[in-house]
């Protein structure tokens, strides 16, 4: 009864690549997130999608792009992936705004490029 | 563009005793704050939420207060525990769906 599972828990490839990690969330949420965790534990929002909207789009590579085929889902595709792309990758959601309901995070993806 | 400082990065406490997180801001007026513990391997968990007109929150051992005169955020958890023993975040936000975290401190609590 998972309310955030991310997959793969561990994904390990090569400079060039192109991957993908999936998001689900069985909570009801009408709000999901990518954040990205780095080496020293900075976390920072990539994209947010409300009602498969995207609403949040901070500044990452074109590389990076979001993909919602329906509220209780947010899969993100890389491309040409590179060596700075390794890191903890977290899906999170909401319902509505995160000012009034705190975020719901899965327990990450750590994406190494060798 | 906004700063937000977590006093440090690793904090040991005895086992009982108060331990006092500390969230330093700059650069920015969040309308809310909130903080998170995450364990190793662990996504973040959600442990308190307070708005600018709040001056304390308190849930169980854990209690919070917002400054915002001073820019900063408290964190307290009292008669502390092993098993509290994790990295707590602070996440500061204005706007709708944008929250801006720490990086965080490892609090360990010490047998």
């Known amino acids: 009864d998972t309310a955030v599972s991310q997959t793969p828990k561990y994904l390990v490839t090569q400079m060039g690549n192109d991957k993908s990690i999936k998001c689900e969330q069985n909570?009801?949420?009408?709000?999901m997130y990518w954040y990205k965790q780095d080496s020293k534990k900075f976390l920072k929002i990539m994209f947010s999608?409300?009602?498969?909207?995207?609403?949040i789009n901070e500044t990452v590579p074109n590389r990076f792009s979001p993909k919602s085929p329906d509220k209780a889902h947010l899969n993100l595709h890389i491309n040409s992936l590179e060596l700075g792309d390794s890191a903890v990758y977290f899906c999170a959601s909401s319902q509505g705004q995160v000012r009034n309901s705190p975020l719901h995070f899965g327990n990450g993806t750590r994406l190494t490029v060798t | 563009s906004q700063k937000i400082e977590q006093n440090s990065e690793a904090l040991n406490i005895q086992e009982g005793k108060t331990a006092t997180l500390t969230c330093n801001y700059t650069n920015y007026s969040p309308a809310y704050l909130q903080w998170y513990r995450q364990d190793p391997g662990r996504g973040p968990v959600f442990l308190l939420l307070i708005r600018e007109n709040e001056k304390e929150k308190r849930k169980e051992r854990l209690k919070v207060t917002f400054d915002t005169t001073l820019k900063q955020s408290l964190f307290h958890i009292t008669a502390s525990q092993p098993a509290d023993s994790a990295t707590y975040l602070c996440a500061l936000g204005s706007g709708a769906n944008n929250l801006f975290f720490g990086t965080g401190t490892r609090l360990t609590v010490i047998p």
């Open positions: 909570l009801g949420h009408d709000t």
């Open positions: 999608y409300n009602n498969k909207e995207l609403i």
